[in-house]
């Protein structure tokens, strides 16, 4: 099977940046507060892929973190492929150990800069932060995170809380259309407004949403050092006593 993640070189050349500058970012915080960001695919069209183990997400072309799934993610491409069809994906992308504190109650919010950052990459229509769209159909006594002494009890904020990190995983989740460059014939209009058809030729791309896992990953790492940087401008890294408040294991699940 030819690598799923071929072609899309423009789009490319405008991430690679983005993502070679991220890899610094990932690797600052790392070594400054122990901070772990990492993405995987959640879903593939109607596909839906479990989190069961990270370490499996280098190992595959689909970023998934469970590689069981693999072939049934193959299948599912190389019958797109030869309808000329497209799907889309569905991202996930975690930040474990994350300083609290990290943020501002209103104009410079920690979530609004991550969605602001994550909008900002190609083909995403979707971003949630914790439970996202689910908080719809809690009930404020389920979405709470409840405080114990042993620290959270959940994490449906997901690690963000009035605009500032609560040192909690930030779960960030981005819904990826489909692509729009397909061999389908589609309706259109020509220049002078009369109707037409598009049909895109030559190398096709199923699912953009495949690649987006280390972009988000660059997204994030981006937003978190530049939240990091201010912060220690303002505060000049004056300590507190406050001990950190636990949350539930970071396995970057809701």
């Known amino acids: 099977m030819r690598d799923p993640r071929g072609g899309g070189r423009s789009s490319a050349r405008l ?15 790392r070594e400054r507060f122990g901070t772990q960001i990492r993405g995987c695919m959640t879903q593939l069209g109607e596909v839906v892929i479990p989190v ?3 370490s499996q997400v280098p190992n595959n072309p689909f970023f998934a973190a469970d590689a069981s799934v693999v072939p049934k993610l193959e299948e599912y491409m190389d019958a797109l492929r030869r309808a000329g069809d497209s799907c889309g994906a569905r991202v996930r992308v975690v930040a474990d150990n994350v300083p609290v504190g990290l943020g501002e109650p209103l104009y410079d919010k920690l979530d609004a800069d991550i ?5 900002g990459v190609n083909a995403v229509k979707g971003v949630e932060i914790g439970s996202g769209f689910a908080c719809v159909t809690q009930k404020g006594s389920e979405h ?29 989740e981005l819904a990826i259309k489909p692509t729009s460059s397909i061999r389908v014939p589609r309706r259109s209009i020509d220049l002078d407004g009369a109707p037409t058809t598009v049909e895109t030729l030559g190398r096709h ?3 953009v949403g495949i690649r987006a896992a280390p972009i988000a990953e660059a997204m994030l790492a981006l937003v978190l050092i530049d939240h990091a940087l201010r912060d220690r401008g303002q505060n000049a890294e004056v300590a507190v006593a406050t001990p950190r408040i636990a949350g539930p294991a970071p396995h970057g699940t809701r």
């Not at 991430?15 to 610094?24: D, E, F, K, L, M």
């Not at 969605?115 to 909008?119: G, L």
């Open 15 to 29: 991430t690679a940046p983005a993502v070679a500058a991220g890899a610094i970012a990932k690797k600052w915080l």
């Open 52 to 54: 069961t183990d990270w």
């Open 115 to 119: 969605a602001y950052a994550m909008m």
């Open 144 to 172: 709470g995170d409840e405080l114990t002494p042993e620290g959270f009890a959940t994490n449906h904020a997901g690690g963000v809380l009035g605009g500032i990190s609560t040192g909690q995983p930030i779960v960030v």
């Open 205 to 207: 791309d199923p699912c």
